[in-house]
């Protein structure tokens, strides 16, 4: 009986361990999906600065059209869509693994249609910048 009682006790400290692991992980990723949010949050603070870029091309690059303002926008940018489609990817990539089938819910319409969200903002995002950044020159410097 010792032994049966000494077998059963290192359970829950596992179970213990696990949920701790499992509840840092959630975090982590939680807290990675808010940098993704707050990025899809200043999109739009994005497409302002756009606007006034294109307001200011007419004139001297003043204001949010210069470089230094305009580089680091640009970089944050995109290395936010590179971080929702890596986020993305790697959701599918565990959600696919065989050993989590057993445990994993079916998408509500509601989490479908943000996750497409993210997809095409992300590549819109990624889009948006490799225009600019091709175009920029043609406009200005040439």
């Known amino acids: 009986m010792n032994q049966d009682s000494a077998e059963i006790e290192p359970q829950p400290a596992q179970s213990s361990a696990r949920r701790i692991v499992l509840?840092?992980?959630?975090?982590?990723l939680a807290a990675a999906e808010s940098i993704c949010l707050a990025v899809v949050g200043l999109s739009g603070?994005?497409?302002?600065?756009g606007l006034t870029s294109l307001i200011a091309a007419s004139g001297p690059a003043t204001g949010f059209h210069r470089d230094a303002i305009r580089i680091p926008l640009l970089t944050i940018g995109t290395v936010g869509a590179l971080l929702s489609l890596l986020l993305l990817w790697n959701e599918r990539r565990l959600r696919s693994n065989p050993s989590a089938a057993w445990r994993i819910q079916p998408y509500t319409k509601s989490q479908k249609r943000q996750r497409l969200l993210q997809l095409w903002l992300a590549i819109v995002t990624l889009v948006l910048v490799g225009g600019e950044v091709i175009t920029h020159p043609w406009f200005h410097r040439g």
């Open 23 to 28: 509840t840092w992980g959630s975090f982590v």
């Open 45 to 49: 603070l994005r497409v302002a600065i």
